[in-house]
Structure formats: structure tokens, C-alpha cells
């Protein structure tokens, strides 16, 4: 499968974010966590105030996002996502909580984050590596791999802007 082939599904359904309050932002894993959620290996899943669920997971050989359509029937069905049975709140409405944001607004923008790829060879690497959320009060996070720079191949991170290498792209959903 070619990024080609997925980049369209991933971005219709980063596009349903659009207007959603969403009311859970959780860390899918299989380990005790050894740093903050939102900084950690694991999927993610986004569950919508009105019953929506997004499965977010990163394709490692590529650098991209990947939207898992089904997220029910891929947690039942997939030996891969079974495995991940601990669920981490990312974000909480707690006033203190730096990503509050997330779980108490309404999301109004929605960005692609890309990078250049390092290899001639695969111009689509690192075309959709995240996503930028915008909320009603302005307020942004950015979630995906190699958002600080081709270091980290295991994280899919949920960053402030200013913790972003400053040579990502960023397009308007």
C-alpha cells in the first residue's frame, strides 16, 4: 500500500475532527508507562462527545499517520491492537492539565504536518507524520512521529507548537 492509497482515508477522517468536542484523548499501550502519556509509544484513540472513535496509529516505515476506520473492529479483530489493552487519558478537563484544551473545546482547525523526506528514493515519507489541532480559544496541539525531528521512531507525541522542529509543513484540512 502506497501512501496514495491511505493519505485520502486519512484525511477525511482528520477532517471529521472538524467542530467535534471530543471527550477522551487516550494513550492505547501494552507497558507501564516510563514518561508522560502524551510523550509515549503507544496509539491513540480520540473518542468524540457523540459516540465517534478515531484510532490513530504511525506507520514506522514511512513516517505517517495511519486512521484506523474501524476502531471496534480493528481492537477485536487485530492481534496488533488487542495487545494494547491499558488506556491512558492523554488530555484531562482538570484545570492544571496543559492539553485541558482538547477535552473541554470544540476543535475549529485542523492541519496536516509534513516534513521533507530524507530519502530520494520515498518522496511520500513523512507526508501526513501529524496533525495540528486548533480549538475555540486558539489554543494548539500537535500530535504525531518525528515532530521534533527524525530522532524519536517510536513516539507519537502530543506537542505544544513551540516544542515542533521549526521545519515542518503545515496544510489546512
Excluded at 41 to 62: A, N, Q
Excluded at 65 to 86: C, H, K, T, V
Excluded at 105 to 133: H, Y
Amino acid at each position: 500500500m502506497s501512501i496514495h492509497d491511505y493519505l485520502p482515508t486519512n484525511q477525511r477522517l482528520a477532517r471529521q475532527l472538524l467542530g467535534q468536542r471530543l471527550r477522551a484523548v487516550l494513550r492505547l499501550h501494552d507497558h507501564e508507562l516510563e514518561d508522560e502519556p502524551r510523550v509515549e509509544y503507544g496509539i491513540v484513540l480520540l473518542l468524540g462527545s457523540t459516540g465517534e472513535e478515531w484510532l490513530i496509529d504511525k506507520e514506522e516505515g514511512k513516517g505517517n499517520l495511519i486512521f484506523i476506520d474501524n476502531p471496534a473492529q480493528a481492537m477485536s479483530e487485530s492481534p496488533w491492537y488487542r495487545g494494547f489493552s491499558r488506556r491512558t487519558p492523554i488530555a484531562e478537563p482538570s484545570s492544571d492539565h496543559p492539553l485541558r484544551f482538547l477535552v473541554t473545546e470544540p476543535i475549529t482547525g485542523v492541519e496536516v504536518i509534513g516534513r521533507e523526506s530524507e530519502d530520494d528514493e520515498l518522496p511520500d515519507c513523512f507526508a501526513m507524520c501529524g496533525l495540528r489541532l486548533t480549538t475555540s480559544s486558539g489554543s494548539q496541539a500537535c500530535f504525531g512521529g518525528y515532530l521534533r525531528g527524525p530522532v524519536v521512531a517510536s513516539e507519537l507525541a502530543f506537542l505544544s507548537p513551540d516544542e515542533v522542529a521549526p521545519d515542518l509543513c503545515f496544510t489546512p484540512l
